[in-house]
């Protein structure tokens, strides 16, 4: 996608403890109304949405206070299951920072947005990082999904490009809503892999410590 096709406004879908970065693909299952009919009017547009955190986790809150940042993403897949439900494949495209909110009929919020600190999200940028410089952080990282009950495919995440597998592990990592928005703001890929270990410190501090980080 180039500059000049960005949009000014895009609909954006809140989601809590869930990121996306640009050139990650990821499988969404639609079931509220009001996203449902996000959905579709996006696959009569230009089938772009902005996925971006709600800054409180509460669920019970109907239009929760949003984070600044978010990723746009493009709907690249689009299947309509026997309950009128969606299951969507989302390409993340660009991040975005939010402007202000739209005033709109619609159930769904939209929101007018700037990309102008995020356009080298727009092409590939080759990052001076090596997988040997991950071992540690993918040892780190490992022992938390497993203390977590969570499985990974560490081989097949070898074989994917260093930025797909950084942001890949920081989209499925369990960490908090408030770290994970902030390996979503780091500038580039370098800045995220430092990110996730001073992170995963505090996380190695509590497992072997047994000390409550607060």
Not at 81 to 103: S, Y
Not at 111 to 135: A, H, T
């Amino acid at each position: 996608m180039k500059k000049e096709d960005l949009p000014k406004t895009i609909p954006v879908f809140p989601l809590s403890n869930f990121i996306i970065f640009p050139r990650t693909t990821v499988p969404l299952n639609i079931f509220e109304p009001r996203y449902v009919d996000m959905i579709n009017d996006s696959m009569k547009s230009n089938k772009l949405i902005g996925m971006i955190q709600p800054k409180n986790s509460k669920e019970s809150e109907v239009n929760p206070e949003l984070y600044d940042i978010g990723c746009m993403g493009k709907i690249t897949s689009f299947r309509e299951n026997d309950n009128g439900q969606f299951l969507i494949e989302l390409k993340g495209i660009i991040r975005f920072k939010k402007t202000d909110e739209v005033k709109s009929n619609k159930k769904y919020r939209k929101c007018n947005v700037d990309f102008n600190n995020f356009y080298d999200d727009l092409s590939y940028q080759s990052e001076n990082i090596q997988f040997s410089d991950l071992k540690l952080i993918f040892k780190d990282l490992k022992n938390l999904f497993e203390k977590r009950g969570f499985i990974i495919n560490w081989k097949g995440l070898e074989k994917q490009s260093l930025d797909e597998t950084i942001n890949a592990l920081a989209m499925a990592s369990p960490f908090t809503l408030e770290e994970k928005q902030i390996l979503l703001e780091a500038k580039n890929l370098e800045l995220r892999k430092t990110k996730i270990s001073e992170i995963l410190t505090t996380y190695s501090f509590d497992n072997y410590n047994n000390t409550t980080v607060q």
